[in-house]
Each structure stands twice: as structure tokens, then as C-alpha cells.
């Protein structure tokens, strides 16, 4: 299994352009989740998916939209790129929610820089 | 609500001793708490979870951490550190209930010196 998979690696965007970030998982697993992590702090979600279709806000959605069309893809979308979402953004995965008998495993994360 | 405080940004040990990271936490029910590393350039990793029995839960690459509910803490352990331990460690907590939001930490850089 390749697990969690993040395409790009790193991008750097200008104010108000638009980009999407992919987020792929081949473990069938439910649960999916889009992080930021800002320098010195902790991860925050953004949005997560509980199976296909359907989708919901994390702690600082605003900025970011998501969509779940099949159980494997979870991509984030960035519509106005602003500075302040600059920040390694991480795509994590669970079979089931947390804590139960699974984990969530991460993708290896995107950096985006906004310029 | 629920949080989870890391009161150390850093810590340095010396190969060999013994190292600790600590970690507390506040939320209302009964928590679930967990501990995940992250390596440069990488996802988190997940090491242990505490969910409900035995306070002292063992973790992978020899980890284990104690969950103290008076204490309201859930500090991380090992008896003896690598310099393979260096690290960012983070601590995160869901309550009983939410099922879905993990709250992390700020996060705790380890760093054993040989």
C-alpha cells in the first residue's frame, strides 16, 4: 500500500490565485482530514470527510473549500490565496473516527508559501 | 472544549538517559489521549494512545506514557534515549463522545545528544 499520498510537495502561490491540493488514500479507509500546521504550533483541521459525499467544517475552515467524490480522494481547494495561508498543509486518513481500534496516518504534507 | 498544553517547546537529553515529555490536557468527559512523532519533512507518525484501562500504555520504538487523571496529564517516556529519538513530539487529545476532532498540542522538539 502507498498509504497517503499528497501531491505537490511544495508550491509557491501569488495573492488571489487558486490552486488544489490532492490528497489520496488505497486503504479504503471512511475517515478523511485536511490539517495546517503553522511554525511552533500544533496541527488544525480545516475539513474532514466521514465517507463519500460527505463533508464538514474543522476548527478554521474559512478560505478553504473540499469536495469527497470517491472514498479514495479528498482534495482541498484553495480559491484566493492570501498570506496567511502560508503553512505545511497535512492530508491525514482513519478507517474509523477517533479513537477506536484504528489511527489517523498522515500524508507526508504540502508546504505552500503565498507570496 | 479541549485542549492540550506541551509546556516545553524544547528538550535535550543525553543518549542513554532517561527522557520525558510532558503533556496536560483539559476537556470535559473522559479523554482519549494520544502521542504522534514527526520526523523532518514527514507526516506524523502515531506512537501510542491511551483509551481507557491500564494507566501505562506501551508504544511503539519502546515509548510508553502514563496517563494520571488528577494530574490531568498523559506524559511521554523512555527508560533509555537515541539520538534516532530526535524529534518533534506532539500530543493530542479527543473527547469521549466527539469522535472525530483531534486536538494537538504546540509540540515538543527532543533532541538527544550523543
Known amino acids: 500500500n502507498a498509504g497517503v499520498t499528497q501531491t505537490p510537495k511544495f508550491r509557491i502561490l501569488k495573492i488571489g490565485q487558486s490552486m488544489t491540493l490532492q490528497c489520496a488514500q488505497d486503504?479504503?479507509?471512511?475517515?478523511m482530514y485536511w490539517y495546517r500546521q503553522d511554525p511552533g504550533m500544533g496541527l488544525k483541521l480545516i475539513y474532514y470527510?466521514?465517507?463519500?459525499?460527505?463533508?464538514d467544517k474543522g476548527e478554521v475552515p474559512n478560505g478553504y473549500n473540499v469536495s469527497r467524490s470517491t472514498t479514495e480522494d479528498f482534495p482541498l481547494r484553495l480559491e484566493l490565496a492570501a498570506p496567511s495561508q502560508t503553512s505545511v498543509y497535512f492530508c491525514?486518513?482513519?478507517?474509523?473516527?477517533?479513537?477506536?481500534?484504528?489511527?489517523?496516518?498522515f500524508g507526508p504534507g504540502t508546504r505552500l508559501t503565498v507570496l | 472544549a479541549q485542549s492540550v498544553a506541551q509546556p516545553e517547546d524544547q528538550v535535550n537529553v543525553a543518549e542513554g538517559n532517561p527522557l520525558t515529555v510532558k503533556c496536560t490536557y483539559s476537556?470535559?468527559?473522559?479523554?482519549?489521549l494520544f502521542w504522534y512523532v514527526q520526523y523532518p519533512n514527514r507526516g506524523l507518525q502515531f506512537l501510542l494512545k491511551?483509551?481507557?484501562?491500564?494507566?501505562l500504555v506501551k508504544g511503539s520504538y519502546g515509548f510508553e506514557a502514563e496517563f494520571n487523571k488528577s494530574q490531568t496529564s498523559f506524559h511521554l517516556k523512555k527508560p533509555s534515549a537515541l539520538v534516532s529519538d530526535s524529534a518533534l513530539y506532539f500530543c493530542?487529545?479527543?473527547?469521549?463522545?466527539?469522535?472525530?476532532?483531534?486536538?494537538f498540542g504546540s509540540g515538543t522538539q527532543l533532541t538527544v545528544l550523543p
Open positions: 491525514a486518513s482513519s478507517y474509523s473516527p477517533p479513537p477506536g481500534t484504528d489511527t489517523q496516518y
Open positions: 493530542a487529545v479527543v473527547r469521549s463522545g466527539s469522535a472525530r476532532q483531534l486536538t
Open positions: 491511551y483509551i481507557t484501562g491500564d494507566n
Open positions: 486503504m479504503n479507509h471512511n475517515y
Open positions: 476537556v470535559s468527559g473522559n479523554p482519549y
Open positions: 470527510s466521514v465517507g463519500a459525499g460527505i463533508t
